[in-house]
């Protein structure tokens, strides 16, 4: 079965469609359902052409405060090409993954091709470009988090990935059911934070109510499963986005016919500060 991408619909719904709808925001997680992520909450972002973003995470107080994460949709021919950097926040790092359609990135004046399962890292006050390289619109997440330093450490270096060439990882004792694709290092202690690509077959399970400290955005790549927020049991499918502040309760059932598989962004290696604000 090839692997597949979702990708935010777009457009608008007719007048005779329903309210019901599984969107919900409490106060320990949101759900975002793809069928609201339509025309009418895009935004529009600076120095971008033929560009529309879908924000789907941002840091809020009192709730999930280390990163922000976009949906991106670049017409033919649109784009960033400079000068400087798309990134206003001088400490902002870039995780960048393709679902859809062809980019030329451009890291430090290094060119890039990447299509879906493309992945890539920018590192804090880098330059970067990025073009839309096909007849169709290029879809990509964009994660930012501001990188926080430690003694005797320096920032990650910059680097380009492709899902299809990384090796998962399973998890113990599920011969595989369960696997993370992992495109930062997990001994790479440069990074405060970690973008992955969890999979599960059908009727795989997180056999436990994972409660940490790592805050969470997970967008659903490809097919269904029931998971376990905080107190609820709520169905996800692809195209939905999950958000997840610290020590929300978590664990899932796949759903299938076919895999469930998430981009997953989590904070790690860091000391909790112990001053907020």
């Not at 991408?5 to 457009?11: E, I, K, N, V």
């Not at 920018?122 to 430690?150: I, N, S, Y």
């Not at 003694?151 to 060439?165: D, T, Y």
Request: charged share 20%; proline share 10%; hydrophobic share 40%.
């Amino acid at each position: 079965m090839p692997t597949t991408y979702a990708s935010p619909p777009g457009g608008l719904p007719s007048q005779t469609t329903l309210l019901s709808d599984r969107a919900v925001f409490t106060e320990a997680y949101a759900v975002l359902p793809k069928g609201v992520l339509r025309d009418i909450v895009t935004s529009r972002l600076p120095g971008w052409r033929g560009t529309r973003a879908w924000i789907i995470a941002r840091p809020m107080s009192g709730f999930a405060e280390t990163f922000a994460q976009y949906v991106v949709e670049v017409a033919p021919g649109g784009g960033f090409d400079g000068p400087g950097s798309p990134e206003p926040d001088p400490a902002g790092q870039a995780a960048l993954f393709v679902t859809a359609g062809s980019a030329a990135l451009t890291i430090g004046g290094e060119r890039h091709a990447l299509g879906p399962g493309g992945f890539a890292y920018v590192p804090p006050a880098t330059d970067w470009t990025l073009l839309a390289e096909d007849d169709g619109p290029c879809v990509f997440h964009w994660v930012r988090k501001a990188w926080t330093p430690a003694p005797g450490l320096g920032a990650p270096c910059a680097f380009v990935a492709q899902e299809a060439e990384i090796a998962p990882d399973p998890m113990p004792g599920t011969d595989g059911a369960w696997a993370t694709t992992r495109f930062m290092d997990p001994d790479d202690l440069r990074h405060d934070m970690h973008m992955t690509i969890v999979s599960m077959r059908p009727g795989a399970a997180i056999p436990f109510c994972e409660t940490h400290v790592m805050e969470h955005g997970l967008y659903v790549l490809e097919g269904k499963a029931v998971y376990r927020l905080n107190r609820d049991w709520v169905e996800v499918e692809a195209g939905d986005f999950m958000w997840l502040r610290a020590f929300c309760p978590q664990a899932a059932y796949a759903g299938g016919p076919g895999p469930f598989r998430y981009l997953l962004y989590k904070d790690v290696n860091r000391h909790p500060a112990l001053q907020i604000g």
